[in-house]
């Protein structure tokens, strides 16, 4: 039924498991894999200062922008993770978009600003990556309002039971993949994943849930930078994780490959076909 939508492909010759898991559990929240992640930066900050050197200070380069660059690698290396349920199928999204999370100032009350990027690993270099993010991220930091909290604006105008009804009815098409692209583009819970960096604030990783609305099966939340008993730097990332996309070991590979290119962080440098080359011949996830 209605095997078609605007933003992804249905995924075929899958497992009669795979198939069917959907049905065995139908919510994103019943479908929860949690693993938490230690990556040594060590490596990275180095990379970081000489990179930094050669920038202006209000456009550093810095661990969470490694982040996104290595984890924006993963789902063109790694078609299987940049997946989603909806309507008890399982769907191949087109494109690698990410929702990240910052303050619009680094105090306590300022209020949270979340942007969606589309991001494009095949093509641009690390530091467009970067100028990219912080050309999107610096209007709203100036008060402009995304596409998102112009929409949310809008509809908190209305009443609540008004409100609860367009949600239901927006639901109820996204379901047979009738919402239109306008706003599965601008609607950050269409993502491949949504990312937090709760080490600018310093504090450490958590576990967050995944929304029902939406096709975001993947949030990830950084943590601070912490010395070890060994007197080398790391942080720990924690991932929710929706098992219904793809199996433990090929996910478990593909997050895997998210902290080796951290950890030498010269990877994050080379294209992704460069990146499959290498991948092909055992020498990098």
Known sequence: MFPWRNDAKPVKDLSAMRRFMPFISPRRNDSLFLMMQ?????????????????????QRLTLFHLFLRSISQVFVLRPGVNRFVKAGRLWQREGVYLTFSAKRKIEDGSPMLTIKRRFHPESESLEEM??????????QRAGKQTQSDKEMSLLLKLPNLVIQLLLKAADFLDYFGLLPKAITESDPLYSSAFIANLGSIDYPAGFHHLWERGTCSIFGVMGRVEERPDGKRSMQVAYTYDERIEDGLYSYHSLEGVRERIEDPELLELSTDELARRASDGSVR
């Open 38 to 58: 230690e990556i040594q930066v060590d490596a990275a900050l180095e990379y970081l200062e000489k990179k930094n050197r050669e920038r202006p200070p209000e």
């Open 130 to 139: 970067v100028d990219g993010v912080m050309g999107t991220l610096r209007p």
